[in-house]
């Protein structure tokens, strides 16, 4: 008896970077469902901070799950799924621990300054847009394609930067996994993204959702997003819908590799990819919303003001009030001196090392009100 071949599920493919200046050259595994060019197209990754897990085992847990809805022919759009999108950062082993925020040779931090294809797209799409909002995305999405081309990749780094945007660009949804110090689920989206996406933060079971158009870093989620924005700014008279869905979804702590969490995130996810009929299929009622969203100006970073131990006097997820100590830093030999909550909000973050030193971020409360302190390029110091 002889079977039809069986079509390999997930497809996976290998892109293979530029050797680094010494060892072998490194490798992106891509895995692909469903037919390519389908509408809705979902692009996942994990590790982009190659020192934040938590992404890595919920895409792990994912795979399968949609490999069985592929084989049961439930996949209606196309999904791309990279769950270790960054080699090199997974590579850089320091004195003992891995170091995956910042590239070590370069110290660039792996997601900030992120192409902005806004320029170029405007330039290749001047006179072509027209009145149908989905003619005008599929032009969009192409110029993106080709200014993405002409892309600089001759370095391992800017390999790696235009192999993960190209697989990003033109997708519907892209969901690029992160994971804090020691945080609860958050998510930090466009403005024009909210509360469209609510459904997404209430499926990670978000604690905090930062708001914000322009970051100022030009991280990942916002170079696959924000171009939407700006376009329909440059060309009022036509119809220019935010035509990505891009959040960095931060799953919790770095180092929280948790069984039940992964396939709780996983689970998650899927429900999103179901409920944005990326994957036929039945979800449970949606789940409870957590917490109101927030600009990313009000979001206050708690700094410690001299260096010390860390004593923290609130608890992760817990409500705080303006004026409240958050903190305590401690000097082994001397004075203690208290961090105080500037804002009213959610602390989601703190540093899960507990010695500080002068000007180093401890926490993160999302608070309602914008901070003058903020306004600008919020998301630095990165
Ligand atoms: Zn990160």
Redesign the pocket.
């Given at each position: 008896m002889t079977h039809p071949m069986q079509a390999q599920n997930p497809r996976r493919e290998t892109i293979t970077l530029p050797p680094p200046m010494s060892g072998p050259a490194r490798e992106i595994i891509v895995l692909r469902f469903g037919t390519p060019g389908a509408r809705p197209k979902a692009y996942l990754q994990a590790g982009?901070?190659a020192d934040?897990f938590p992404g890595m085992l919920a895409l792990h847990d994912l795979v399968p799950r949609l490999a069985e809805a592929e084989s049961e022919g439930r996949i209606a759009g196309e999904i791309v799924v990279v769950p270790i999108c960054n080699p090199v950062g997974l590579s850089q082993e320091v004195h003992g621990a891995l170091r995956g925020?910042y590239e070590t040779a370069g110290g660039e931090n792996f997601?900030r300054g992120w192409p902005d294809l806004a320029d170029g797209v405007a330039e290749r799409v001047a006179g072509r847009l027209g009145e149908d909002a989905d003619a005008n995305v599929a032009i969009i999405r192409q110029a993106m394609g080709d200014l993405l081309s002409t892309m600089p990749r001759e370095t391992e780094i800017t390999a790696l930067r235009h192999a993960l945007m190209t697989l990003a660009h033109d997708a519907d949804y892209v969901l690029d996994l992160?994971?804090?110090s020691e945080a609860e689920v958050h998510l930090y989206i466009g403005t024009p993204l909210w509360p469209d996406a609510a459904d997404l933060a209430r499926e990670v079971g978000a604690r905090a959702v930062l708001l914000e158009e322009v970051s100022g870093g030009n991280p990942f989620d916002e170079a696959c997003s924000g171009p939407w924005w700006s376009l329909a700014r440059r060309f009022p008279a036509y119809p220019v819908p935010a035509a990505c869905l891009s959040t960095?979804v931060?799953l919790r702590s770095n180092n929280q590799v948790d069984e039940t969490l992964g396939r709780k995130d996983a689970a998650a996810l899927l429900s999103f990819l179901v409920r944005r009929g990326v994957v036929q299929g039945e979800t449970g009622p949606l789940p409870e919303l957590l917490c109101d969203a927030t600009p990313l100006d009000g979001m206050q970073q708690l700094t410690a003001p001299v260096a010390g131990l860390i004593l923290y006097r609130v608890k992760l997820g817990e409500q705080v009030r303006e004026g409240q100590v958050v903190a305590e830093i401690v000097d082994p030999l001397g004075a203690t001196t208290p961090v105080l909550a500037v804002t009213n909000g959610v602390l989601f973050a703190r540093l899960e090392q507990r010695f500080a030193w002068e000007g180093r971020i401890i926490g993160k409360i999302a608070g309602a009100d914008p901070l003058a302190s903020r306004v600008g390029t919020t998301l630095l110091p990165a």
């Open positions: 982009l901070h934040e925020r997601n992160h994971a804090d960095t931060e």
